[in-house]
């Protein structure tokens, strides 16, 4: 069995683990500043990668999510055929799972299997994420500002 890895995005930072041994020297308004600009980049992003998603049922698009701790922030879809539709697939053969043979509405007749001619990829989460930059780089300049500021008000 081929473990799945869905597609996701991340926010963090190449200092983070820096940041992660000094949270507890951190004041009030350090964490407060850090853990909203994690949560709107990562909402942000969430929008875009929503945004691209494609949509046939609409599922997709409703099944994507995101978390977020203190420091960092994930989005992801939720639905088991997220990565297929991101990475594509190779033709392949389907065969029935239960049944003798398949069969749809407008088939001729029932078959012992078909062959899949595979699927284009289309990678929603990287295109929603390079959309969603531009504003999270926009957040992380204002996160900068506002703790140049109030780190300098004690000098």
């Given at each position: 069995?081929?473990?799945?890895?869905?597609?996701?995005?991340?926010?963090?930072?190449?200092?983070?683990?820096?940041?992660?041994?000094n949270t507890r020297t951190w004041d009030t308004q350090v964490r407060e500043s850090v853990?909203?600009?994690?949560?709107?980049?990562?909402?942000?992003?969430?929008?875009?990668?929503?945004?691209e998603a494609p949509i046939k049922t609409g599922e997709l698009r409703r099944r994507i999510r995101h978390k977020t701790t203190r420091l960092q922030g994930r989005v992801f879809p939720t639905v088991k055929y997220a990565i297929y539709v991101h990475e594509g697939t190779r033709p392949h053969t389907i065969v029935p799972r239960r049944k003798k043979a398949l069969y749809w509405p407008?088939?001729?007749?029932?078959?012992?299997?078909?062959?899949?001619?595979?699927?284009?990829?289309?990678?929603?989460?990287?295109?929603?994420?390079?959309?969603?930059?531009?504003?999270?780089?926009?957040?992380?300049?204002?996160?900068?500002?506002?703790?140049?500021?109030?780190?300098?008000?004690?000098?």
């Open positions: 069995i081929r473990k799945l890895i869905m597609p996701e995005f991340r926010i963090h930072s190449p200092q983070l683990p820096k940041l992660l041994e853990s909203r600009f994690i949560n709107l980049g990562t909402v942000e992003a969430e929008g875009k990668i929503r945004e407008g088939a001729r007749h029932p078959v012992k299997s078909v062959q899949h001619p595979g699927t284009k990829a289309n990678p929603f989460v990287e295109r929603g994420a390079e959309r969603a930059l531009p504003k999270i780089e926009r957040l992380g300049a204002q996160m900068l500002e506002e703790l140049t500021l109030h780190l300098t008000k004690g000098i």
